[in-house]
């Protein structure tokens, strides 16, 4: 069974609790939020603040994606703000280890990101440390990009160093995922798939996320 986690970087900013419950209601199974510093990514998004803000609206759990530098100095205020699950980026530090063992002992899932050019095999020695893998699809920093097909040999290789562990680990793809893009991410072995535009701006999100899952069946 997939997991589609839609991204509240494609919803009204005005609006979010009301962004996030419409999620939910539409049969959302997690809540993506895209936290950037305007330095790991030439974008600048929300904080943990904003994250706190939303977390009464919605029981979804909190998927959330850190594209900032030195992520260990701010998980405890992302875990404070109701994540559920954190990812951060292999880029954006030195000891990924340690900071995926600081999020775990915190209480929350621990995920690492990889973006288009970083190869795959460089997570192998993380596999026993999180418990989802996010491979970007696109270059992270922006919503509404189209899906990058050469990155779905990293999904391959991610989903065959997991089989080949026999460990249980989630396998998310991010950016540019449609009803159309969403097969050949499954295909290659995602289970998790983030969808921003595809779900928030279109024009019944409910349909949208039906047409995701069945494009799995
Ligand atoms: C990009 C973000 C994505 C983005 C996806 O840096 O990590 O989560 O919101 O948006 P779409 O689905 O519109 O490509
Ligand atoms: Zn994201």
Redesign the pocket.
């Known amino acids: 069974m997939i997991k589609v986690s839609p991204?509240v970087?494609?919803a009204d900013f005005a609006n979010l609790g009301s962004e996030a419950k419409r999620a939910e209601e539409a049969g959302a199974d997690l809540l993506?939020l895209?936290v950037?510093d305007g330095v790991f990514?030439p974008n600048i998004s929300f904080g943990a603040k904003v994250i706190q803000s939303i977390r009464g609206y919605t029981r979804l759990p909190f998927d959330v994606?850190l594209?900032i530098t030195d992520p260990a100095r701010y998980i405890d205020d992302f875990v404070k703000a109701g994540a559920d699950l954190i990812t951060i980026h292999y880029e954006s530090c030195d000891d990924q280890i340690s900071v995926l063992k600081q999020i775990r002992s915190a209480g929350v899932k621990a995920s690492i990101s990889i973006k288009p050019a970083t190869p795959a095999f460089i997570l192998e020695p993380l596999l026993d440390y999180v418990d989802m893998v996010l491979v970007?699809t696109?270059e992270?920093?922006?919503?509404?990009?189209s899906f990058i097909p050469d990155t779905l040999e990293s999904v391959r290789s991610v989903s065959a160093m997991v089989k080949s562990r026999g460990l249980n680990i989630d396998i998310e793809v991010?950016?540019?995922?449609t009803a159309e893009t969403i097969r050949p991410a499954y295909d290659a072995g995602a289970n998790v798939f983030?969808?921003?535009?595809?779900v928030f701006r279109a024009d019944d999100a409910s349909a949208a996320i039906a047409a995701l899952r069945s494009a799995c069946v």
């Open positions: 991204s970087l494609a993506h895209d950037m990514v994606h594209m970007m696109v992270p920093g922006f919503g509404g990009q991010d950016g540019g995922i983030v969808a921003g535009t595809s």
